[in-house]
Nanobody, 115 residues
Framework: QVQLQESGGGLVQTGGSLRLSCTLS????????MSWYRQAPEKQRELVAT??????TIYVDAVKGRFAISRDNAYNTFLQMNNLKFEDTAVYYC??????????WGQGTQVTVSS
């Protein structure tokens, strides 16, 4: 059974930084990509960043230049978030994207940016 565990969320002031971590129960190279999503109150869940198995990265425009997705060579995926803004406040979810397109999800970690 695939399990994902996020950590690293918290409360930070505008302009601050946080680093989110996602730990998989199996090798992340089992999947074609790892992604971070976020869901703000009363909004739909949105894709924030993706790192493919070949290392290619994709970001939503709102976080380009501020967030960076990375991974190690085992089980962990990271999201470095710099220059945080109030509108970055959301629950952040890690997702493992299987070859068939199915997503496996973590429970989420809350990020709150105070203005």
């Amino acid at each position: 059974q695939v399990q994902l565990q996020e950590s690293g969320g918290g409360l930070v002031q505008t302009g601050g930084s946080l680093r989110l971590s996602c730990t998989l129960s199996i090798s992340l190279f089992t999947f074609k990509a790892m992604s971070w999503y976020r869901q703000a109150p009363e909004k739909q869940r949105e894709l924030v960043a993706t790192i493919a198995s070949d290392g290619e990265t994709i970001y939503v425009d709102a976080v380009k230049g501020r967030f960076a997705i990375s991974r190690d060579n085992a089980y962990n995926t990271f999201l470095q978030m710099n220059n945080l803004k109030f509108e970055d406040t959301a629950v952040y979810y890690c997702a493992a994207v299987a070859e068939g397109g199915e997503n496996y999800w973590g429970q989420g970690t809350q990020v709150t940016v105070s203005s």
